[in-house]
């Protein structure tokens, strides 16, 4: 009976103890498991002038507004630039989680503009971990402007510029991101003794001062630039304000320009010498 007994205890210990190995390998594996995708890398779809990695979810319809006054060294007779406005207004929406597709317009040499963003990398933490977020995007823009003579006009084709980016971002902490932009853009048609291709790469930071404002900063370095005109690198401040379903951003910037072939080509301000445009963004979700 006592050997039946030890017997049967046996089998129980050593089945307790084969299920207890079978527990914390699976419980191992689950906590390998564990993935955290790093959101809120930035506030909003813009740093400053700049597209940030960020995408609405799907869905979501972004209505953006932007505006960029005169130089503020223009003195009081120009109201410190305010008596001139450029706008561009947008419509972004979400086809999925990852991918938006957009339009917009553009007072600036009245240019259309659409363009595409794709998450295609997420930043994450654990096991599984990935150190950065990768976006692309690509645009396409259309100058409708007249400066031309009436018998040059340039054809559909000629006034077309493109614009891609791969942008690389990284949240650090809670409270700061940073992010790299490394960007190509073709023009159809430059003026003689230009470069129809132009590289440059941007970098960038978000500042979180509390769960509603943050301090962002950008600045664009042109490899080649364009040699028909003066122009500068594009460097860009601004305050990030989040007021519920609204974003709302004010910017310190050089570029007249809110499109890409434009901040980052065409800027002719110098930031150093108070070239300085007042402006800002103003984004709705629905």
Do not use: C, W
């Not at 001062?209 to 490899?223: D, G």
Request: hydrophobic letters at 40%.
């Amino acid at each position: 009976m006592i050997k039946k007994i030890l017997l049967i205890s046996s089998l129980l210990l050593f089945s307790l103890a084969n299920f207890a190995q079978d527990l914390d390998a699976m419980l191992d594996q689950e906590e390998q498991n564990k993935t955290e995708v790093v959101t809120a890398t930035f506030k909003g779809t813009r740093i400053v002038n700049a597209h940030s990695v960020e995408t609405r979810k799907k869905g979501s319809l972004e209505f953006l507004i932007s505006h960029r006054f005169g130089r503020l060294n223009s003195g009081f007779y120009e109201l410190f630039g305010l008596d001139n406005s450029n706008i561009r207004f947008g419509f972004e929406y979400a086809l999925t989680d990852n991918l938006s597709v957009a339009v917009g317009r553009s007072s600036f040499e009245k240019t259309y503009d659409g363009y595409f963003k794709y998450k295609l990398l997420k930043q994450k933490r654990g096991a599984k971990s990935f150190p950065f977020t990768v976006t692309l995007f690509g645009s396409l823009t259309e100058k409708t402007l007249k400066d031309y003579q009436p018998d040059s006009k340039p054809t559909f084709t000629n006034r077309l510029t493109y614009t891609s980016q791969i942008m690389m971002a990284r949240k650090i902490s809670s409270g700061l991101s940073l992010q790299l932009t490394p960007t190509y853009i073709h023009f159809n048609t430059v003026q003689s003794g230009d470069d129809n291709d132009i590289f440059a790469i941007g970098i960038a930071s978000r500042i979180k001062v509390s769960n509603r404002v943050s301090i962002n900063a950008e600045y664009f370095y042109t490899i080649n630039p364009l040699t028909s005109i003066k122009t500068y690198n594009s460097i860009a401040l601004g305050v990030d304000i989040e007021t519920g379903g609204h974003v709302f951003q004010l910017i310190l910037t050089n570029s007249i320009a809110m499109i890409e072939k434009g901040f980052i080509a065409e800027t002719t301000g110098n930031f150093f010498k108070g070239d300085i445009h007042f402006g800002f963004n103003i984004s709705r979700t629905f």
